[in-house]
């Protein structure tokens, strides 16, 4: 058939008509599928057989009767490094692994080995670091002289030596300059070198022994002060003499060392009969006159004799009592007026005041003395009675005048003298002052050892003023009865005469009433 043979269908291409490429595709097609099946087929086993070959899957091994073969034939054969390495494993010490390297210092396994080695090095090297002592990183070195931490442990061994060297230096010097200092302040043995030598050293070798020290000086420096402070009152109440100074001491060392010699003094100072005492240091200085009998007042035949001084009376004083030996001087009234007992700052007439008994004082300032002179001591005083006065001027004499006459006056009473010019002056005394006061205690004393009794100064009394001694007290009392704004004066001054100086002359002034030739003294009643 010519390539014009192909047919074509005929008509209207109904399936009447036969076609020859029809009826071959079916057959094509299946070929060209078992083709392609076999080439996947192909490509499947290949690639089977280039991932799992033969020698790697798992076989059954077969022995082959008389081809057995031992275990060591089995297995490769060990070289001896392998067997030391094995040995030293199955030891697993320090001595195991040293061993191996020693036999095989070269051998396959010496890094395994060092590093087993290092581990013991390092464990050796965090305990001597803990201990961080000398004697530790000595013992780390007399281990691993050669170990990874040699050098470092030398260095610290060499710091910690070179640091005790220093320090050891530094103690002995520290130990001279506190063995310097304590010979020192032992030297001086005194509270202010021994804290000098704690402030430098205040926990060292002496400071136990310097504080030991510091105690006791203290403790005797109190006692010493102690001591002193006594020694300073018993001179003060010596110096004083009075019973206060006693009193005061005893009160304040009652246990003290001068407490016998106090007692001894406070009762030497006890009013009796002949002694004096003084209550405080600046209190009057007293005499205890003894009790007894006296005639007191004038008698009706004496010279110069007036009414209200008669009638002489018999007279009973029962018990000592005590009286200033001299009347109160300017010293002792400024010492009330400045403790605020009295108000009064008298005038002294230009005559000079210290011991010169006190003037221009009344009645009234008198009792303000008397007053703060009891509150000071605690002890009662007063001024005298009329009867306690004369008394005590009297000193046991009956006659008119101290020392029996006109004459004998000059040597114990102050009064107006031939000097003085005055019409009542006593012809018989040429005075040493004229026409003023003398100090206190000038001229002679009484029996009693009083001074000034008569003359100098007329004293204040507590009597009040009466026409006569009728009906007096006779037992020392003062007289109250009568006018009580004027008191009775007694003893005369360095204005009077004769007739104003004798033992029984009795003046009245109004009791506000002063003058400068009028002062007083006072008594201490039991």
């Known amino acids: 058939m010519s390539e014009n043979d192909d047919w074509t269908p005929v008509g209207d291409g109904e399936p009447d008509g036969f076609n020859l490429g029809a009826e071959r595709a079916p057959w094509v097609k299946w070929i060209l599928s078992l083709l392609l099946l076999g080439v996947v087929a192909v490509a499947a086993v290949w ?25 060591a034939e089995q297995k490769p054969p060990k070289t001896a490094d392998d067997e030391a390495w094995v040995r030293a494993l199955e ?39 803990r201990r961080n002592t000398i004697s530790g990183y000595e013992d780390y070195l007399a281990a691993w002289p050669d170990g990874l931490h040699a050098s470092k442990a030398q260095e610290r061994i060499d710091e910690m030596k070179a640091a005790i060297a220093a320090a050891s230096k530094d103690a002995a010097e520290k130990a001279a300059a506190e063995l310097r200092d304590w010979d020192k302040a032992a030297q001086a043995d005194t509270i202010p070198a021994y804290e000098e030598y704690l402030g430098k050293h205040p926990a060292e070798k002496h400071a136990g022994q310097a504080r030991e020290r510091v105690a006791e000086l203290k403790a005797a420096a109190a006692s010493a002060e102690a001591l002193a402070i006594e020694e300073a009152a018993w001179q003060s109440a010596k110096t004083s003499n009075t019973a206060s100074g006693y009193e005061t001491y005893l009160a304040s060392y009652p246990n003290g ?17 002949g002694k004096t005492f003084r209550d405080c240091d600046v209190c009057p200085l007293m005499m205890t006159v003894p009790g007894g009998n006296a005639n007191l007042g004038a008698k009706s035949d004496e010279a110069g004799v007036r009414p209200n001084e008669q009638p002489q009376r018999p007279v009973i004083i ?63 005083y007063s001024l005298p009675s009329e009867a306690q006065w004369e008394y005590a001027a009297r000193g046991g004499e009956t006659g008119l005048y101290v020392g029996g006459s006109q004459k004998a006056i000059c040597a114990f009473a102050n009064g ?111």
């Open 318 to 380: 029962s018990r000592p009592f005590s009286i200033g030996v001299t009347e109160v001087t300017f010293d002792q009234w400024n010492a009330c007026v400045s403790a605020g007992g009295c108000d009064t700052q008298p005038a002294n007439n230009g005559w000079g005041a210290g011991k010169r008994p006190v003037i221009n004082v009344s009645w009234d300032d008198a009792q303000k003395y008397t007053s703060w002179l009891s509150q000071k001591t605690g002890k009662k």
């Open 257 to 273: 060392k001068y407490v016998p010699l106090a007692r001894a003094a406070l009762e030497e100072l006890q009013p009796s009969p």
């Open 416 to 526: 107006a003298g031939s000097e003085s010019g005055l019409a009542w002056s006593n012809a018989e005394c040429n005075d040493l002052a004229s026409d003023r006061t003398l100090p206190a205690g000038s001229l002679s004393a009484n029996k009693f050892g009083l001074k000034d009794m008569i003359g100098n100064v007329a004293e204040w009394t507590l009597d009040c003023n009466t026409l006569n001694l009728r009906d007096a007290p006779t037992n020392g009392e003062p007289d109250l009865r009568g006018s009580c704004n004027q008191r009775a004066v007694r003893g005369g001054s360095w204005f009077s005469g004769p007739a104003d100086l004798r033992y029984a002359a009795r003046l009245m002034q109004r009791r506000g009433d002063s003058n400068d030739f009028t002062g007083f003294r006072v008594v201490r009643n039991p």
């Open 47 to 71: 690639l089977i057989s280039t991932v799992i070959t033969p020698d790697k899957l798992p076989q059954k091994r077969i022995e082959l009767p008389g081809n057995e073969k031992s275990e």
């Open 91 to 129: 030891k697993d010490t320090l001595e195991g692994y040293r061993e191996y390297l020693t036999e095989f210092p070269d051998g396959r396994h010496k890094d395994k080995a060092q590093e087993a080695i290092n581990v013991y090095d390092n464990k050796d090297w965090a305990t001597a670091e």
